[in-house]
């Protein structure tokens, strides 16, 4: 008895344990949860796309990207530099702001030599003009030739000037293109001269304004330099005051002399081609004295 019943429980535990097994294979297949490792891997989904959030965000703000040097070449500036040398000579110096010009395409405007015996030095003033992107690389090649005593640049920006004479010069072109549309239709002879007069004066303001826009752009694409020179080595001064002196008066003597000698000259010039003029003169005297004698002389007694 025990036997028979100890072989009807043993099947009924493995069918119970294999009824246990079903049903936990069961929960298992059913999406009921996830696993630990699931449970991370999403996670980390949700996190990174909470950190990509703000910035797809911040990428849809900044559609359109402003590029790091927009403000720097919207910004037209007319430049202008001062710089003043003291070098050792003056020629020298000359032939290397000349190569200077050569090498950075650059021009010379004016020079003014200032050499006078009343001063101690000589010195030399130039306005150049080389081209804005070489200003620096060219104010430097002229620190190098001599000892700086002054430099300074000054910038003024004109990029509201030129937006606004870029405008002015549109509008008068579609001004122009419609005062022409107007002249090619048929009308009074009254009517098209006072469309051409229209005309006339829309040109005018154009090449006005086209000349001011060349004149501002030409500005800034050229900057100048006011560059000043003076020479260390001092003017020779007259070694022997005397000497000079002597000179001075022999020069002012012999400058007398020549002048009186072609003012002698000029009026014996003149007294030659007056000269009939004087003999008629001298003669009709001549003439007149003797007859005047003759008159009061005493008349001689007769026999």
Same mark, same amino acid.
């Given at each position: ?10 099947? %009924? +535990? ?15 297949? @059913?999406? &009921? ?13 949700? @996190?990174? !796309? ?8 911040? #990428?849809?703000? *900044?559609?359109?990207? $402003?590029?790091? #040097? ?29 190569? $200077?010009? &050569? ?12 050499? !006078?015996? =009343?001063?101690?030095? *000589? ?9 804005? &992107?070489?200003?620096?690389?060219? %104010?430097?090649?002229?620190? =190098? ?25 549109? #509008?008068? *072109? ?14 009074? $002879? &009254? ?19 086209? @000349?001011?826009?060349? =004149?501002?752009?030409? *500005? ?9 020179? $003076? ?5 020779? !001064? ?15 003597? !012999? ?46 007694? +007769? =026999?």
């Amino acid at each position: 008895m025990r036997l028979s019943s100890r072989f009807v429980k043993l099947p %009924l +535990a493995w069918g119970i344990g294999l009824l246990s097994m079903a049903v936990l294979v069961g929960c298992s297949g @059913a999406p &009921t949860g996830l696993s630990s490792d699931e449970m991370a891997t999403q996670e980390l989904d949700v @996190a990174a !796309s909470a950190e990509s959030a703000p910035a797809e965000i911040t #990428n849809g703000d *900044r559609s359109t990207p $402003i590029p790091p #040097n927009t403000f720097q070449s919207s910004t037209k500036l007319i430049k202008h530099a001062t710089l003043q040398l003291k070098i050792d000579d003056m020629d020298v110096a000359i032939a290397a702001v000349s190569d $200077i010009l &050569t090498q950075y395409q650059g021009d010379l405007l004016q020079l003014a030599d200032t050499d !006078s015996q =009343n001063q101690d030095y *000589r010195q030399m003033s130039l306005q150049l003009r080389v081209p804005q &992107t070489h200003l620096e690389a060219a %104010l430097e090649a002229l620190r =190098n030739l001599g000892s700086v005593e002054t430099q300074s640049i000054s910038a003024e920006d004109v990029s509201t000037q030129l937006v606004d004479l870029q405008a002015r010069v549109r #509008n008068m *072109r579609k001004s122009e293109e419609s005062l022409l549309a107007i002249m090619e239709r048929s009308g009074s $002879i &009254t009517e098209v001269l006072e469309v051409s007069r229209e005309l006339s004066t829309v040109r005018e303001a154009i090449e006005r304004h086209e @000349a001011q826009l060349k =004149n501002l752009q030409d *500005r800034v694409a050229y900057s100048t330099i006011s560059l000043t020179l $003076i020479s260390r080595q001092a003017l020779e !001064s007259p070694s022997d005051p005397v000497g000079e002196t002597l000179g001075q008066t022999w020069q002012t003597a !012999s400058s007398s002399m020549r002048a009186l000698s072609v003012a002698l000259l000029q009026l014996s010039l003149w007294l030659l081609v007056f000269s009939p003029y004087l003999g008629i003169l001298v003669l009709s005297g001549w003439a007149g004295r003797r007859y005047w004698q003759r008159q009061r002389s005493p008349k001689t007694p +007769a =026999n």
